[in-house]
């Protein structure tokens, strides 16, 4: 993996990016709201070796080694702006064949990007990822500012983001829990996805129910499929790697 900071649209970005097997797709990966590149530990090598794909891994800005947020206070439509990003990034690098695998936030951004500029998407996995504000997800948030209130949990943060920390969890829970985003919603872009869907979900997601799933499948143009996974919560990746590993290779071969 070839560690890099690129600047996009002024934003110093960090980025692990395998590219040497020119001949296959890329598969790029995109974390969640608190998360970074390290976070996703062996999973994206792991992914690679399954199915002989390169693979992108990088830190949005604010997060991991990447440059800081210039400011916590987000618009509705930061993820939307994330995706304008995303592809700046990927037209730097001349990534024309990705296939996005996003969580959580990741998750949303990927069906944005796919929605957005399909041609240098061959197919998403969306692994928990949102199109509309439930009440299940503020809940999620607000037990989320408890903890980091109450437990070491912004020491543990900063193991990965260094004095980022603040900043980019008040940009994640303050957004999410304004009044204004509420209304906050992707649905009218999904009729644009034309590439391959799956929909990887925990059926005891804490941050989402399943109508994110089913709406979401149900809306793209495109072939979609579902995973739910009985009794998992928000991350199916690191609670159950092998299956989460297993359902995506074998999506990744036969669509990517």
Not at 3 to 21: A, C, W
Not at 123 to 147: M, N, P, Q, R, S
Not at 166 to 179: G, N, P, S
Not at 203 to 208: H, M, P, R, S, V
Request: net charge negative; charged share 25%.
């Amino acid at each position: 993996m070839e560690e890099r900071i690129i600047e996009v649209v002024g934003q110093k970005l960090y980025t692990e990016y395998n590219n040497s097997l020119h001949e296959k797709s890329v598969i790029v990966f995109l974390h969640d709201s608190l998360g970074c590149t390290q976070l996703w530990r062996d999973f994206p090598i792991k992914l690679s070796q399954l199915t002989g794909c390169s693979i992108l891994v990088y830190d949005r800005l604010g997060y991991g080694k990447s440059a800081p947020m210039f400011t916590h206070e987000r618009a509705v439509n930061y993820m939307e702006q994330e995706a304008d990003i995303l592809n700046d990034l990927l037209t730097e690098l001349n990534i024309n064949n990705a296939i996005l695998f996003g969580h959580s936030d990741g998750g949303t951004i990927a069906l944005i990007t796919a929605s957005k500029y399909p041609e240098r998407v061959q197919a998403v996995i969306c692994e928990a990822g949102h199109i509309f504000v439930e009440e299940t997800t503020l809940k999620g948030v607000y037990d989320a500012w408890e903890a980091y209130r109450t437990t070491n949990l912004a020491e543990r943060l900063q193991k990965y983001h260094g004095d980022k920390v603040e900043v980019l969890f008040k940009a994640w829970t303050e957004t999410w829990t304004r009044e204004d985003y509420r209304s906050w919603n992707i649905e009218y872009l999904l009729k644009n996805i034309q590439c391959p869907l799956l929909f990887v979900q925990g059926d005891a997601d804490e941050y989402g129910t399943l109508d994110q799933v089913e709406k979401t499948v149900a809306q793209v143009s495109g072939y979609s499929e579902k995973y739910i996974i009985p009794g998992i919560g928000h991350t199916p990746h690191k609670e159950v790697p092998e299956l989460v590993l297993n359902k995506t290779s074998e999506f990744i071969k036969r669509y990517g």
